[in-house]
């Protein structure tokens, strides 16, 4: 009887396994955190945007929490002009946080370190901060990072993941954190430094301890340039938690090179691994090949390709159990002339404000 009960056993957990495709090593039954960068949410619904599902208003966050959305990300500039996107001052962010909390967002800050835009091919260093010296910028930059949390701590907004520096592969802060000189060399103890100070003053603000850390870099189609990046802020003992990638196609390449990238980086690091940041376009433009500009386009750019674009890049990611989260970027956007932001195509929203199939890629 014994016999025959083990053998029961066997069969059913050997049906149960072809009927579900059991495979240990390449199933992940791991779900993926899902957010939006809503920077610019505030600014287009203070221009007279209003956000539509099915022709009707609704509010921007409850369309996004409806489609499984569940992380605000929030950049921060030091001191903006406050025109057009360049408006994400402390005030504006908190605004932007506390009603993304009301609707059961965790938030997510992300640090420029700059008063407007900063990415791989611009990180200019506040005006507050320029003509200092090194040491003084880098004290500058411990009492913002942690003014900053304790200022959104105060407020009941305490962030729930922190980014320090955006999209900083080629550094943050010039001149005093670039990376890259002429001659090829690398100024990775300059960079790691300010790193260190900005990591520092988020765990000594007030309750900011337990904050996760990402680091991001803007190679999430280059191996050989993400394994540089993040193997040179090991070994500075740059403590964080998450690695952060961008990947835009027309950027940073193929499907391919993507997912080479993952399953390196999941097997060579400990840390968690972000899709940070990523978008496409949906209303018939594309970037044409250039010098900084790939021969890439994985889906047409219209609504029904964008929806494809996401869904693919979601079952890539669903492969890899240290890819935790994933990111859209800017899926908010309007065409509202008196806003002063530029309507790119790239959003989750047509023109007028109608949402598009996208919405649901990830749900």
């Known amino acids: 009887m014994k016999r025959i009960f083990v053998g029961l056993i066997i069969l059913l957990t050997v049906y149960s396994c072809a009927n579900k495709n059991c495979n240990d090593e390449t199933e992940n039954t791991q779900k993926l955190e899902i957010g939006g960068d809503f920077s610019i949410m505030k600014k287009m619904e203070d221009s007279g945007g209003i956000y539509k599902i099915d022709g009707q208003a609704k509010e921007g966050y409850q369309i996004f929490k409806d489609n499984g959305y569940t992380w605000a990300r929030l950049r921060i500039f030091h001191t903006p002009n406050m025109e057009g996107p360049v408006c994400n001052s402390l005030d504006y962010t908190i605004a932007l946080a506390k009603k993304a909390k009301q609707f059961g967002f965790k938030i997510f800050l992300n640090f420029h370190y700059s008063d407007t835009w900063a990415d791989p091919g611009h990180q200019i260093a506040p005006e507050a901060w320029q003509n200092k010296s090194f040491e003084a910028v880098t004290d500058s930059v411990y009492a913002y990072s942690k003014s900053i949390i304790e200022a959104m701590e105060d407020v009941g907004v305490l962030p729930d993941l922190v980014q320090v520096g955006n999209e900083i592969n080629n550094g943050m802060i010039w001149p005093y954190g670039k990376l890259w000189n002429d001659d090829g060399t690398a100024n990775w103890d300059n960079l790691t430094t300010l790193v260190k100070a900005g990591i ?34 090991l070994q500075r003992n740059v403590e964080f938690d998450i690695i952060g990638l961008s990947y835009y196609p027309w ?38 090949p250039s010098e900084w500009v790939l021969d890439i386009q994985p889906y ?11 869904v693919h890049l979601k079952n890539i990611l669903e492969k890899y159990p240290k890819v935790t989260s994933l990111y859209y970027w800017k899926p908010d956007g309007l065409d509202i002339p008196d806003s002063g932001v530029h309507f790119i195509g790239r959003s989750l929203f047509d023109r007028d404000g109608n949402v598009l199939k996208g919405i649901s890629a990830w749900k």
């Open 200 to 233: 520092r003053g988020v765990k000594e603000a007030k309750n900011g301890f337990d904050i996760p850390i990402m680091i991001h870099a803007a190679t999430g189609g280059d191996l050989v340039a993400s394994n540089n990046f993040y193997k040179n802020f």
């Open 251 to 288: 950027w940073h390449g193929t499907f391919d090179q993507l997912e080479t990238n993952l399953e390196y980086l999941s097997g060579e690091y400990e840390q968690e691994i972000s899709l940070v940041e990523t978008a496409y376009y949906a209303n018939g433009f594309y970037p044409e």
């Open 300 to 310: 047409p750019p219209t609504e029904q390709g964008q929806y494809n674009f996401m």
